[in-house]
């Protein structure tokens, strides 16, 4: 009988012990993914913002809007009507593609990420296109499940 | 009833401490990870420039200072671009420059590498230059922890 109350208590313990094991590790996961997911959000808004159509422009603009909140979205407003107005008289086309991004801070709210994309630029002068280089300060928030992009800066 | 419980409890404690000590690496290695993120991202920040800052006139002890942040083949490959190019150069030239970086921000990270995004900028002067030029750039640099440092163990632009 004692025997059988020992191992009921060892077995107790230990499930104790793996489960605060458990949940600690879940929390890792949690950030692991929640890394991954405001990485995806800067890289998708920098590729849009890169990319330039003239069929493609409407729809793109709807997303990176559906991506945005704050002071961005007041730039991306802000700007769309002449940027779309310039790239079709210039008749511009322009695809960008993210190089590299990593996160400088984030916590469960913000982050700060960094971001280096080129973008190739075709127009009636440089059919064959010309690669440009482009680097990125993003901050994002979190809203509910989903990081959006609240501020965005060209860097040198 | 109890004697029957007794091999089947002895059977659920076995199974609850491999789990348990499974769960426990992994959690090491998640934290040791965690810890490199900020550790990484500290030494990419105060190394990368040193890789990219030297004078003519003090070349070979802002080599070696360069170097000291560097580790494996990256090193050797350093080392042969210095006495190959930069070296030259610098006595030819008169080059002096200077690199900062502006931001750091960290790719992926694992207890003993982390990569990390970094961009510099760059001011240099030489007798080739009527002014001193700026040169901005993005790289990706990788981090080994080497017995405890972090070193520079490759660069690439991006």
């Known amino acids: 009988m004692p025997v059988l109350i020992a191992l009921l208590l060892a077995v107790l313990l230990t499930a104790l012990v793996v489960a605060v094991l458990a949940v600690r590790l879940q ?13 995806a959000a800067a890289r998708r808004t920098v590729t849009d913002l890169l990319t330039v159509t003239e069929a493609g422009g409407q729809p793109r603009l709807e997303r990176l809007l559906r991506g945005a909140t704050g002071e961005f979205t007041q730039q991306l407003v802000g700007q769309s009507d002449s940027f779309t107005t310039a790239v079709r008289a210039a008749k511009v086309s322009s695809t960008g593609a993210v190089t590299e991004a990593g996160i400088a801070t984030i916590d469960g709210e913000h982050a700060s990420v960094l971001v280096s994309a080129v973008a190739t630029v075709r127009n009636m002068q440089t059919p064959g ?26 860097t040198p | 009833v109890a004697s029957a419980a007794v091999p089947a409890l002895a059977v659920l404690l076995a199974v609850l ?18 810890t490199a993120r900020s550790d990484g991202l500290a030494a990419a920040t105060e190394l990368t420039g040193r890789l990219f800052t030297y004078d003519y006139r003090s070349l070979p002890s802002d080599i070696a200072r360069a170097e000291s942040a560097t580790t494996g083949g990256f090193a050797v490959d350093y080392r042969d671009t210095v006495a190959h190019t930069v070296a030259p150069n610098a006595a030819d030239q008169h080059l002096v420059t200077r690199a900062t970086v502006r931001h750091a921000a960290v790719v992926s990270a694992a207890p003993d590498r982390v990569i990390a995004l970094v961009f510099l900028s760059q001011i240099t002067t030489s007798t080739k230059l009527t002014a001193p030029r700026l040169d901005n750039s993005g790289v990706r640099v990788t981090l080994d922890r080497v017995d405890g440092t972090w070193l520079i163990a490759g660069l690439d632009r991006v």
Do not use: C, I, M
Not at chain 1, 27 to 39: G, M, P, T, V, Y
Not at chain 1, 129 to 151: C, D, I, K
Not at chain 2, 17 to 33: N, P
């Open chain 1, 27 to 39: 929390a890792h996961h949690d950030e692991q993914s929640r890394d991954r997911e405001a990485l």
């Open chain 1, 129 to 154: 296109g010309q690669v440009r280089p482009y680097r990125f300060t993003l901050e994002l928030v979190r809203h509910g499940s989903t990081w959006l992009v609240a501020g965005l800066e060209f």
């Open chain 2, 17 to 34: 401490l491999a789990g348990g000590a499974l769960l426990a690496w992994q959690l090491r290695v998640a934290s040791t990870s965690t």
